[in-house]
């Protein structure tokens, strides 16, 4: 069984550009959640998809988002760059009514410039 | 609010056992998972505990009392590969919202 991935494994931009990060769930899995971990930090709840909706959100700014599409993939936008954003962006999947394990994808190493 | 503590750093022995703690405050409790992290990786999953008690997977095991608000995760026989981040989460029942602590970085010395 093929776990989650993520695309692309580094992304470099400058400040004030857009930023989008891609996840393919688990097959069967149907939630995504989205964290944020910047060096030496633990990991910060972004946002949660499932079943194509937006159940839930971290305290981040709007100029994170994302959506999920039919297939429960899901993309995650950061707009309008800041070097803070520099981090380890790991996505998860989980399988709606199981016992909520999460399971994470490598992560997308976003540096900005 | 949510809070979930544990040690920022241990170091134990190779064929020790070591115990990380992890104590959390949350509005609803509805399970609490153990991941290890090793320094560039995503986090993998280790345990799941949801009932009070000890759960024993192998050389590792977790414990769970909701009253004090309290886990450990226990690693037996230690090894080289065993150093890494270990990281306690708290799912609420509101939005099924896990919470991460901040991870505790254990060092396996020979």
């Given amino acids: ?113 | 609010g949510q809070n979930i503590d544990q040690p920022t750093e241990m170091t134990a022995t190779e064929g020790a056992i070591v115990q990380i703690n992890c104590t959390y405050q949350t509005s609803g409790f509805n399970g609490l998972f153990w991941y290890q992290q090793h320094a560039g990786e995503a986090p993998t999953f280790l345990s799941y505990n949801v009932l009070d008690g000890l759960e024993e997977k192998g050389r590792f095991s977790s414990f769970l009392s909701r009253s004090k608000g309290y886990s450990y995760l226990l690693l037996k026989e230690l090894q080289m590969k065993d150093s890494a981040s270990y990281l306690c989460a708290v799912r609420n029942t509101g939005g099924f919202k896990t919470i991460f602590g901040a991870g505790t970085r254990l060092f396996v010395k020979a």
Avoid: M
């Avoid at chain 1, 988002?65 to 297939?71: A, D, T």
């Avoid at chain 1, 981090?87 to 997308?108: H, I, N, V």
């Fill in chain 1, 1 to 113: 069984e093929a776990g989650v991935t993520q695309s692309p494994t580094h992304l470099i931009k400058t400040r004030g550009q857009q930023a989008t990060l891609r996840c393919s769930p688990i097959s069967g899995h149907t939630s995504v959640y989205w964290y944020q971990q910047a060096l030496g930090l633990g990991l910060q709840f972004l946002l949660w998809y499932d079943e194509g909706e937006e159940r839930n959100r971290g305290n981040f700014p709007p100029r994170f988002s994302g959506r999920q599409f039919p297939n429960y993939s899901s993309e995650l936008n950061v707009n309008a760059l800041e070097l803070e954003d520099s981090a380890l962006y790991l996505c998860a999947s989980r399988r709606t009514g199981g016992t909520d394990t999460q399971y994470f994808g490598p992560g997308t190493r976003l540096t900005v410039l």
